[in-house]
Structure formats: structure tokens, C-alpha cells
């Protein structure tokens, strides 16, 4: 990652950039904007919130914002295309797309380029988000077209990975290393699952046959907050999609959610993101 890179994401809510990621490597990095990284050559070898992974040519992984990555190994040869979005950017790509079909695509690698046709179809999402950077840079009064072209390649990317998931007989297989990272995985894993239903600290604790003290620490040490800030966080996320980019209306969300009334949810949202239901559907703020 380059500094042009680095200034250009939250300008313009995305940016793309091919690093050798050399200096990374034997450190951790904490993400902050969602990014798609795309293998171009080499071989890498690293962990993504405790999962190990081996990265090679082809492969496609997508780590959301405040994922850490520590880098153990890369070949002289690593070379990876990196595509960074803002929050905003992201969550109207994957809008179309389920927590559930989510779960199955983030932080996992995805053998998206076995054939030509594969390598060429995603060659060809960079390319035109190459397109849309320099028609951003060439006129600044170009970007909502731009974000929204964006929009559609990376929702399109989400669309084809589901795809390529369902034809590859042999997906590639994750590597959990034991001890707090596995269960700080498998935390997140029901989270996904669970997050309509129950949002306490020790309904999680209890799933998992540990204390909510251990919970948290395990929190804390692999995805840097506690128990309950990650719940809500993941809480208020699926909620933004859904006022932004369905027609739910308010009750709706409140069966879907398990809350107890529409007071009690608009309350929890505003206290997360300064925001009523009201206000944030109307206005379209995207809070980090």
C-alpha cells in the first residue's frame, strides 16, 4: 500500500493499487476499510483474525474493516491487487446479499482464476475500476457516477465468487489455529447465525462453554473490543443495509430483530450512530 493509495480511499470511497505487501510482512496490521485482495503472482502465507491461510495466484480473499492481518511469509515474486472501500461503498455492493451468504464469502479464499475465462472476468472488474479512479482524478464532479459503477463491479465480484463457490468440487480450506484464536472464530461464526435472535454477552459465552470474562478477553486480544461492542457492531451494520437498501418498515425490522418494540430499537440505533431510523433512512449516513 502507497501513500496516493492511502489518501485517495476516503476521498473518493474507493481505491485499487498492486503491492508486493513486503512490508508487512512479521507485523500485525489492523484494516480499516474493507478490502479485496486478488493474488497476481507468488505465494503469501498469513493470518486473517486467528484463521491461517496460504494465498497463491488466481485466489481472491475479502477482509472487512478492522480485520488484523499479520503477514508471516511471501515469495520474492507476491504481487497482489488490492481494491480498499469505505463503509459506504461496501455496504450498497453487498446490500443484495444475505449475513448468511456473507459468512460464506469474507475471510475465506476463493479460487477465482483456475481458468482463463475466471482470470479474465475478475482482470476485467480491476480494469474498469482502474477506469472509474481516472475519471475521478481527471473530474472531481464525476464521483457519484463513479461510486455507483464501483457499486455495481463489486456486487457483481460478491455475485461471481458465490458462483465459482458453487462449481469449485474442492474449495479451498481453511486453516484455524487452536486455542483463543479457534474460538474467537467460531464466536464470530454464530454471531452470524445468531445475531437476530440474541445479542447478550452470555448467550454467546454459554454456546461456547466459557465464562463471559473469557469471552471478552478473547475479544479483546483477537478482534480488538469486547464481546458486546463486536455484537453490536455486526447489530448496527445489517441494520444500515437493511434502512438504506430495502423497504422493511420499522416493525418489520423490529420482528426480524427480535426486539421488543420500535421504541426500544430506535433507541439502540441512535445511541450507536447519533441517528433515529427516521433520520438515517431519509438522510442516507453511512457511520463508521
Known sequence: MNNVYLKKLPQQGFATTQSSLHQFVQHS??????????????????????????????QIIICPSNSKILLLDITSDFSSRLLGLTKHIWLAARSSMSPEAMQTIERRIHQGGNTEL??????????????????????AESINFCQQNVILLVNSLLLYIQHINKENTAPAK????????????????????????????QFYADALKISTRQLNSICQRSGGQNAKEIIDHYTIIELQVALMYTHKSFQELVSEFHFPDQSYLNRYFKRHTGFSLSEFRTNGVMVD
Do not use: W
Open 29 to 58: 496490521y489492523q484494516i480499516q476499510h474493507t478490502s479485496i485482495f486478488y493474488c497476481v503472482s507468488g505465494k503469501a502465507l498469513f493470518t486473517i483474525d486467528g484463521q491461517k491461510h496460504r494465498f497463491t495466484p488466481g
Open 118 to 139: 475466471e482470470r479474465e472476468y475478475i482482470a476485467n472488474v480491476f480494469r474498469q475500476i482502474d477506469i472509474m479512479n481516472t475519471e475521478i482524478t481527471s473530474n
Open 174 to 201: 481453511e486453516h484455524i489455529q487452536e486455542g483463543k484464536d479457534k474460538v474467537f472464530y467460531e464466536f464470530r461464526m454464530l454471531l452470524t447465525q445468531k445475531f437476530r435472535e440474541d445479542r447478550s454477552v
